[in-house]
């Protein structure tokens, strides 16, 4: 079973309507991220968690939310959705804290906002 | 601003040819290098990653990249390239205090039979 799993993989929505990311991980990890990818941009940081009380804002946060349920759970929410959080998102996980930490990343979300 | 850089959107090679990719990154001090691979449909995985210490790493798959500090560049290699190895690339730097990552770009590889 994958480390890191994303629900759903796909997912096609409307201009206005609320969509939740979800990110499951068994890897133990205490740190958790939510990136977004759009051609040329690369992955950029929205939201990330370095525990289960921590939440810190990304590069890109606005019009996104979070929830960290649980150690193993991490929640990205678009309260109102727009065509342009059209994208590819990411949920990725690391140990911590150290100097370097590895990331593990899930296998992305497709998003479409028509 | 912290920033990295990969000037190439989209390489194209043939198979068994040499590749090298381009990054270059702006950050205060020598920050962490890293070069993540995306396979399509698939998340990110970890080619190399370099700290300190020798200025050429070797990853996984047969892939090596160098540092140059006077260049700023973090370039990934391979000396032949295989059908399988079409995917994007990431370069990826972290500041030392282990904090977050900032991606570049990527470039798309694709691979002429």
């Known amino acids: 079973d994958a480390d890191v799993t994303q629900t759903p993989r796909n997912r096609i929505t409307k201009t206005g309507k609320r969509i939740m990311l979800e990110c499951s991980q068994t890897?133990?990890?205490?740190?958790m991220y939510w990136y977004r990818q759009d051609p040329g941009l690369g992955l950029r940081l929205i939201y990330y968690?370095?525990?289960?009380?921590?939440?810190n804002k990304g590069e890109i946060s606005d019009g996104y939310s979070v929830s960290r349920q649980a150690q193993a759970k991490f929640s990205l929410s678009l309260e109102s959705a727009i065509p342009n959080q059209t994208a590819l998102y990411f949920c990725?996980?690391?140990?911590?804290?150290?100097?370097?930490?590895?990331?593990?990343f899930g296998p992305g979300t497709r998003l479409t906002v028509l | 601003a912290q920033s990295v850089t990969q000037p190439d959107i989209h390489i194209t090679v043939s198979e068994g040819a040499s590749l090298e990719l381009r990054c270059n990154y702006s950050?205060?001090?020598?920050?962490?290098l890293f070069w993540y691979v995306q396979s399509p449909g698939q998340g990110l995985q970890l080619l190399l990653k370099y700290f300190s210490g020798d200025t050429l790493v070797q990853g996984i798959k047969g892939f090596e990249a160098e540092f140059k500090r006077s260049q700023s560049s973090f370039n990934l290699r391979k000396p032949s390239v295989h059908w399988s190895d079409a995917a994007e690339y990431f370069c990826a730097a972290q500041n030392n205090a282990g904090n977050l990552l900032t991606f570049g770009g990527g470039t798309r590889l694709m691979v002429k039979p």
């Open positions: 968690s370095f525990d289960v009380k921590d939440i």
């Open positions: 890897k133990g990890h205490d740190r």
């Open positions: 950050y205060g001090a020598t920050p962490y």
């Open positions: 990725a996980t690391s140990d911590g804290p150290r100097l370097f930490n590895e990331q593990f």
